[in-house]
């Protein structure tokens, strides 16, 4: 039988979950420190054309920290943390400036927020108690996207499409509730299956 090819040291640390400091995650970390000059530039309506530069940018940078953990093979736990907390850090703050200017519907803005408390809490107990880590789901993904493009279209008014912005916005809802629920019975079943050994 042939024995399994033994890694050597480079390999090793490539290939080690638990790792924190990769390109795939700083640039998550870039994504998330992006709301700052993003912000920064909304305040000024001359400079609206770098806020666009930014924000595609910030979207471009949640492929690419992916593709480059990937291509890698080192994808980490940190990793799979920290990629949905850098899209929700963006997303709250560009929000929360929209809101206080009378841009964008507070309610949205309570909402996320308290989708992404109650998952926080639960990913938070349970990679405590070492009973998962949690990833990110499709339907979760595919709601940070039509967030993205809800915001967008709040910042940059399509006079030709203007029901866009607020449909957007609706179905991203729908869509982060049903991968609230999805999330929700993987850690249910996580704790009861773990909490039974």
């Avoid at 700083?26 to 912000?39: K, Y």
């Avoid at 909304?42 to 609206?48: A, F």
């Avoid at 499709?138 to 203007?162: C, D, M, N, Q, Y």
């Avoid at 079943?189 to 050994?197: M, Y």
């Amino acid at each position: 039988m042939e024995l399994p090819k033994k890694l050597n040291l480079k390999e090793r640390i490539i290939n080690d979950p638990t790792r924190v400091i990769t390109l795939a995650n700083f640039i998550s970390m870039l994504r998330a420190l992006s709301a700052i000059p993003i912000i920064y530039t909304m305040v000024y309506p001359e400079w609206q054309w770098l806020t666009g530069i930014l924000i595609l940018l910030a979207i471009l940078s949640d492929a690419l920290d992916g593709y480059f953990a990937r291509r890698a093979h080192s994808v980490t736990h940190f990793g799979k943390w920290l990629d949905p907390v850098a899209d929700f850090i963006v997303i709250l703050a560009i929000v929360m400036y929209m809101v206080l200017t009378n841009q964008f519907p507070a309610w949205f803005f309570y909402f996320y927020l308290f989708r992404h408390i109650i998952i926080a809490a639960f990913s938070i107990y349970c990679i405590n108690y070492g009973y998962m880590i949690l990833e990110a789901n499709w339907w979760g993904k595919w709601a940070t996207g039509l967030t993205t493009l809800g915001v967008f279209l709040h910042i940059f008014e399509f006079a030709a499409l203007p029901w866009l912005k607020m449909a957007s916005i609706y179905i991203a809802c729908v869509l982060m509730t049903i991968s609230m629920v999805q999330y929700l019975i993987q850690f249910i079943s996580s704790i009861r299956r773990n909490g039974l050994k």
